[in-house]
């Protein structure tokens, strides 16, 4: 069973919690929220996004994993998440889903950031059920860009 981790800030909360619910019934995954837990304005996103981030990390030696954030832009979030070595986040805020399918093949992006200001409960649904269904196409030229990217995050 595959893990997901969530985590969000107060402009992404209700996005999540509904997230968190559709997750849970794909039997496929298991669910782990990273905070907020709790609704609370204003307050700040880079230790929630660090949780994930570190969560992902830490199981890309072992059993790797995956991490869904949420932000007001998803840009923040992801710049948290991409401090982190064996993490490679793409922020989605509506628009084409192309990203997420390019980022999954080329860069094998292990975090996907939505922009909850800027994208539906559906289009989140679409977002991450591509994102979960896309892998990486160990291209050998894909493989030699992430192991410079790895070589730069030591």
Known sequence: M?????????????????????LEEKVDYEVYDCGALTLE??????EYMARAAEKVKFDAEHDPSVAIIFGGSGVGEAVVANRYAHVRAVTYAGGPLDVI?????????????????????????QAID?????????????VDRILQIEELTK
């Open 130 to 142: 591509l994102f979960l269904g896309t892998h990486f196409s160990h291209d050998e030229r894909h």
């Open 2 to 22: 595959s893990t997901i981790y969530l985590a969000t800030d107060h402009a992404g909360f209700e996005l999540k919690e509904e997230i968190k619910k559709y």
């Open 41 to 46: 304005n204003g307050d700040d996103y880079p």
């Open 101 to 125: 399918k390019i980022s999954r093949e080329h860069n094998d992006t292990n975090i996907l950031s939505i922009g909850a200001r800027f994208v539906s409960l559906n289009e989140a649904k």
